[in-house]
């Protein structure tokens, strides 16, 4: 997971207040994935970006969650007016393009958030 | 039925002997595996990576696919207790779809 930055590593948040999770690739990745992993659950996929697009958000709560990969800078996770359940691991992965069925995805050391 | 299914354990070995951990997968249309590691706080680990049928092997790793089975597996060989961890099955088609884990412990 060497090169995946993710900042911060631990966040404490109250209730209703918001968390921003920052993620940079990668040098020379293009696609960012965010995970979400609750206390002794598996990985959930969350969404998969590339610069400037969303790709899939299948697995983003319908509400108060939102992600951006813009053209400059880190790929954010926005979760608004958190609540106790948010409490998890929010892990970031990056692929370089999607042409080759053998690119490897690599994760980031991940971002703990604590809501209380 | 889940996208991809593990056995959640925990397989418990001891050291120095054969690890087999197993996933199977839903998606025909999916392209390629990986197995990770997980240690408990901490980052998945990425261990290997398939996307042929037949087995790939990494030292004391060995994967093993075989897509008219929907099955994909892991070997490890000469288990060590650091190897104690959790092994995580993923498939990518779009995005990557993780497997809620095996444990595994390695008996000194």
């Known amino acids: 997971n060497a090169g995946v930055m993710q900042n911060p590593r631990h966040l404490v948040r109250r209730r209703g207040q918001e968390a921003r999770l920052r993620c940079s690739p990668m040098k020379g990745h293009s696609h960012v994935y965010w995970y979400r992993q609750l206390p002794e659950e598996g990985l959930k996929f969350m969404v998969y970006?590339?610069?400037?697009?969303?790709?899939?958000e299948s697995g983003m709560p319908k509400e108060r969650f939102s992600a951006e990969f813009p053209k400059e800078g880190p790929s954010i996770l926005r979760i608004q007016q958190v609540v106790r359940g948010d409490s998890a691991a929010y892990f970031c992965?990056?692929?370089?393009?999607?042409?080759?069925?053998?690119?490897?995805?690599?994760f980031g050391e991940g971002s703990w958030l604590t809501v209380v | 039925q889940k996208e991809v299914e593990q056995n959640s354990g925990p397989l418990s070995v001891p050291e120095g002997a054969i690890a087999s951990l197993n996933c199977t997968y839903s998606d025909r249309g999916s392209q390629s595996f990986f197995w990770y590691r997980q240690y408990s706080g901490k980052s998945p680990e990425l261990i290997m990576f398939?996307?042929?049928?037949g087995d790939k092997e990494d030292g004391r790793f060995t994967a093993q696919l075989n897509k008219a089975s929907q099955y994909v597996s892991l070997l490890i060989r000469d288990s060590q207790p650091s190897d104690s961890a959790t092994y995580l099955c993923?498939?990518?088609?779009?995005?990557?779809?993780f497997g809620t884990g095996t444990r595994l412990a390695v008996r000194p």
């Open positions: 992965a990056s692929s370089p393009s999607q042409g080759f069925v053998g690119n490897t995805i690599y």
């Open positions: 398939i996307y042929s049928n």
């Open positions: 993923a498939v990518r088609s779009d995005k990557l779809t």
């Open positions: 970006l590339q610069k400037e697009n969303i790709i899939d």
